[in-house]
């Protein structure tokens, strides 16, 4: 596609529930990254994705995040058991950084998915 | 460990020049970058510096020293649409490869 999507734009849950963030980079792009960002606040990176694997998972906040990415394109990011406290804009990004590539990285990002657990 | 500092604030007024300072600490060091934030937007990519030196693109630059350690976003003819927050971000070497970390950013408000 022409840029980042990402699904839904918003999300307003009750808290104990599941929820599940979708992102579609940018095709081709090899690297996809997970942020999330709270009102004002900068960007806490979450976890990362090259192809398929995630070498870097060390973002994720508990285990009760997840992601997964399929195909080498589309990623998903579930929170079980949602508390109030991940209330926030999610976001994600993606890059043509080739594994191991020690070049730039200009990131591309979605426009985000604010959720809201009441 | 790795960190970035950046002011949390600045202010300018319009036409005026600004210039958004970052200083860094990494484990290897393969770039620094500048993303821009508008309030309810997504961060977009404004420059890029691996080398020493000023990078010039339009009414914005990016200035990089690699033995400070240091960079900075100088912001020219400042415009109301320049308000926004800036995010210098590092490439370097961490546990699983690469990584780019961003700062805490950086709100820039621009007044009449």
């Known amino acids: 596609g022409a840029g980042v999507s990402q699904s839904p734009s918003n999300k307003v849950t009750e808290k104990g529930k599941d929820v599940e963030l979708r992102c579609d980079p940018i095709s081709g792009h090899t690297a996809l990254y997970w942020y999330r960002q709270s009102l004002g606040q900068g960007l806490e990176f979450l976890i990362y994705f090259q192809g398929n694997s995630a070498p870097d998972k060390s973002g994720l906040p508990s285990d009760r995040f997840s992601a997964e990415r399929t195909g080498g394109s589309v990623s998903t990011l579930t929170i079980q058991r949602t508390q109030q406290e991940d209330s926030a804009v999610y976001l994600c990004?993606?890059?043509?950084?080739?594994?191991?590539?020690?070049?730039?990285?200009?990131?591309?990002f979605g426009p985000g998915t604010r959720l809201t657990v009441l | 460990g790795q960190s970035l500092e950046q002011p949390s604030e600045v202010t300018a007024v319009e036409g005026a020049i600004v210039q958004i300072n970052c200083t860094y600490q990494?484990?290897?060091?393969?770039?620094l970058s500048w993303y821009q934030q508008h309030d309810g937007g997504a961060p977009t990519f404004l420059s890029y510096?691996?080398?020493?030196g000023l990078e010039e693109t339009g009414r914005f630059s990016s200035f990089l020293s690699r033995s400070d350690s240091y960079g900075y976003l100088l912001l020219q003819e400042l415009q109301m649409k320049d308000s926004a927050s800036y995010f210098c971000a590092v490439r370097g070497v961490y546990t699983g490869g690469f990584k780019t970390i961003f700062g805490a950013g950086t709100r820039l408000f621009v007044k009449a």
């Open positions: 510096n691996a080398l020493d």
């Open positions: 990004a993606s890059s043509l950084t080739v594994r191991g590539s020690s070049g730039g990285d200009t990131q591309y």
């Open positions: 990494t484990s290897g060091f393969y770039g």
